[in-house]
């Protein structure tokens, strides 16, 4: 059969890209997920129904049987592994492999970044992505239970919730007010667009469910005869003729098969869509030659431009006799500020969360015959760096599907990210000071004193440290033309052959001041109306 539509990926915008173009009975979709699908929501597993961290620095979930489960070993995860730094060559980082995506194992942050980023989208050719051109798409992927103005959807498929002060456990209370006399001002809705300081958490944490993608928009558009879903299918290549994509082969269950469609969509991730699209021989030429694949277009873009917002995490233990009570120590406060010196509004966020189990750069789960009361709980704060100049890239290993790309996030290789992200630690370090805070924290344990000695050791600390934020993005970028290095146009469509749109974070020219899942979930609304107007 002949699908009008092939969506490549089930994600946070390929969900939205399937609801939002079956909803035209004479239009006919075929959506494509490699991982599990779980249609009833009663059997959504629990790593993918409640939980909020994607690895690294949250207490291990729990299954119906009491037996921990780490996310980094989950089937839902890709498991990708990549090079942080020169220091840190075998990063984690988790991706979505699952109907959902990513918005199905995040941790429900749910923040849209500031006016001028997608002004800075719009200033680089894509003049229907500045912010006043997308703001009716962040409203209308939204209910925002808590504000209802012009800039705040309600009556969107996925719910959003502002923290209530009132439910704050004790720690997010001292590190509000801490930040407070920092002299940070309050900041009631962190996605107001002058929004700036100190202010409750966003997420689309619904009745401590995670409302990924699918629950919001697949769920909804499963009766539709018009639209179908396959799960467990991996794209292994895509398929020519002369320069229009026609369809693509496909393997499910140790069978392999073709489908062909009048459009293809790729909505893979920042990784999964440069990686198939150089398997398929779009890419740099001389690279894709180098693994022995043939060359369809030379794009040298692909792959290129990756974007990731690097975190570090000061930690101290918690002193005796300080009670944890019964509300969850995270969740609550979230402080974005400007770096000294920059001219990047917001590029820097500082959020805390206690009794959390120690961080090894993988999930910490209890091993055989070690009890979970032997392992220690902590306070740490977390340092992000929301507009890194740094930029890293995507290539592959070899021409085969199953083996995953080398990924180089080339964290902090810029002195200006270098500069800020020391002032972000330092700040940190600044707020634990308050009295509030004392009767919490105690002995640091990173970094430690002698990492604080001086610039060039503090540098050496966070290079060592830094880990992903879980927000790559860049590696097809949009742009016009006339840019050498910009992969599709924006409408989505792959520069130089017909047929054949990318729609996830790999399109973003640059980052978001925030976490990306709701402009990811954005270019899928906007992308989708754009296909449905003829563009």
């Given amino acids: 059969m002949k699908y009008d539509f092939v969506i490549v990926g089930a994600g946070s915008a390929g969900s939205i890209l399937a609801a939002r173009l079956s909803e035209d009975p004479g239009v006919s979709v075929l959506l494509l997920e490699a991982g599990p699908d779980y249609p009833q929501f009663q059997h959504l597993p629990e790593d993918i129904k409640f939980g909020y961290n994607t690895g690294g620095n949250a207490p291990p979930l729990r299954t119906s049987g009491g037996h921990p489960v780490s996310l980094l070993e989950s089937p839902h995860n890709w498991q990708y592994v990549a090079r942080a730094t020169e220091t840190f060559p075998d990063m984690p980082v988790p991706r979505g492999k699952v109907t959902g995506g990513s918005s199905a194992i995040n941790s429900s942050a749910f923040y849209r970044g500031v006016p001028e980023d997608f002004d800075h989208w719009a200033s680089l050719g894509n003049d229907l992505w500045s912010f006043r051109e997308v703001l009716p798409y962040f409203r209308k992927i939204e209910t925002d239970v808590d504000h209802h103005d012009d800039f705040h959807g309600s009556d969107g498929p996925i719910f959003v919730h502002h923290s209530r002060r009132e439910d704050w456990h004790p720690t997010q209370e001292a590190f509000y007010n801490a930040c407070r006399a920092a002299g940070f001002p309050d900041c009631p809705d ?70 062909e469609a009048e459009q293809i969509i790729l909505s893979a991730g920042a990784i999964g869509s440069p990686q198939l699209l150089m398997l398929s021989g779009v890419g740099p030429a001389d690279h894709m030659e180098s ?25 101290w233990r918690i002193r005796d006799g300080y009670s944890k009570g019964d509300a969850p120590a995270r969740g609550g406060a979230t402080l974005r500020f400007t770096a000294p010196g920059s001219e990047y509004r917001n590029d820097l966020s500082i959020g805390m969360a206690a009794f959390v189990t120690p961080r090894v750069k993988t999930l910490r789960v209890p091993k055989d015959g070690e009890s979970e009361a032997s392992i220690p ?14 930029r890293g890239e995507l290539k592959l290993r070899s021409a085969d599907p199953d083996v995953q790309p080398w990924l180089d996030y080339n964290y902090l290789s810029e002195p200006f990210d270098r500069k800020r992200l020391r002032h972000g630690v330092r700040q940190a370090l600044q707020l634990s000071r308050h009295e509030g805070l004392r009767e919490l924290l105690g002995d640091r344990l990173e970094p430690t004193d002698p990492d604080l000695v001086s610039d060039e050791a503090l540098d050496a600390w966070m290079v060592r440290e830094a880990v992903t934020f879980s927000h790559i993005s860049g590696t097809c970028k949009m742009g016009p033309s006339s840019d050498p290095m910009a992969v599709v146009d924006q409408h989505g469509r792959v520069h130089g052959l017909e047929g054949l749109r990318v729609t996830d974070a790999s399109i973003m020219p640059d980052l978001v001041r925030a976490p990306i899942n709701p402009a990811v979930l954005m270019l899928g609304e906007r992308i989708a109306d754009l296909v449905r107007q003829g563009f």
């Fill in 190 to 259: 962190h996605n107001s667009p002058d929004a700036t300081g100190v202010g409750p958490g966003i997420t689309n944490n619904h009745n401590r469910v995670r409302f990924s993608t699918a629950l919001g928009y697949l769920e909804p558009s499963r009766h539709r005869l018009n639209l179908t879903i396959r799960s467990d299918c991996t794209v292994l290549q895509l398929l020519f003729q002369r320069k229009r994509a026609v369809g693509a082969l496909v393997e499910s269950g140790g069978e392999t098969f073709t489908v």
């Fill in 291 to 315: 693994v022995g694949v043939p060359v369809v277009l030379d794009s040298p873009g692909v792959g290129q431009n990756l974007k990731d917002h690097p975190k570090l995490y000061v930690t």
């Fill in 377 to 390: 709980n902590l306070a740490e704060m977390m340092v992000a760096l929301l507009r890194p100049a740094s």
